[in-house]
């Protein structure tokens, strides 16, 4: 039905304008004018015409055309269903894809992730596992530090006692020897001088009781003035203690200032060796003395001519009777004076000095 009306419709628009082309011709070119024909008669003229046409058309069709166009139509109408159910298909089955896609999208970053959190928390628990054990060697390593030093100072102090413990023992014998020897010295010295006495009294018979008395009281008073300075010079000497007997040689140079002045007063620093030493324009020596078994550990002595005025040479060795003055370092002042440029900075010990002497 429909396609028979768009038919009909066109056959009256074509007829309509081939009347208005027409007079459109005859007027412009041949001048003719048909006044009493209008636009809207001839449209309508031509619109019957055209209706009857297709009338007429339409209805001279046979029954198998009328069948054919209706298949035609139901055809087209099939077709333009079909294809609307294909687009629908289409478009439902493209958003199923994509919202298949997206799920699998999304679970592929739900997995992503949790497989960067686990690795992340692996790497979490593998850092904190070593950075524990690396405490732990740490710990077991500074332990083991802690345990060898210990018992390397205590082998040293065992060490340094036992040292001490020979000396001391070396040095009593060394003494008894010499008071035994002393006694005998001055046993036969006073043998000596009884035999002498008694030959000088056989001599000097002849002489004055007079001169022999005055004789008498002069040795007798020579002899209580050596006696007196020599118990002088033995309790001065006592009064200074062996430094080796209060400090350890080998870490005094380590102590504290107050510890030093405490423990280092009186004290005796016997047959120390010299290590080097000078003397600066104001004609003061500046030595450096170490003991015997700690030939690295200084102690410096600054003296001018009013303590000792005799020689020095590396080979001597000093006694000191004095008190410790605190811990210094050998600086440019005792360089100046002539020690050697090897001990600049090196760790001493000051000394100040009641009383030297020194073996050559």
Known sequence: MIYDISIIIMLALFLLSFVVFIRWILKKIFGFNIHNLSCIRVAFISLLSGVLIVGLGYQLRTSAQKRIDEQNESKVALESKKKTKAKSESKAASES???????????????????????????????????????????????????????????????????????????????????????????????SKVELESKKRARAKSESKAASESKKRARAKSKSEVSSAKKKKKQHSDTYQNIETIFNMHTIKYLSNRRIFKKGSAVALRDFKVIDFGADKMKQYHVLIAPKNASKTYFLLVFGDNIYKGRITYSSKITVLGSLNGKSRVNDSQINSGIAQRYLGKRDILVLIDRIQVKN
């Open 97 to 191: 894809k994509k919202r298949a896609k997206a799920k699998s999208e999304s679970k592929v970053e739900l997995e992503s992730k949790v497989e960067l959190e686990s690795k992340k928390r692996a790497r979490a628990k593998s850092e904190s596992k070593a950075a524990l054990e690396s405490k732990k060697r740490a710990r077991a390593k500074s332990e083991s530090k802690a345990a060898s030093e210990s018992k390397k100072r205590t082998k040293a102090k065992s060490e340094s006692k036992v040292e001490l413990e020979s000396k001391k023992r070396a040095r009593a014998k060394s003494e008894s020897k010499a008071a035994s020897e002393s006694k005998k010295r001055a046993k036969a010295k006073s043998e």
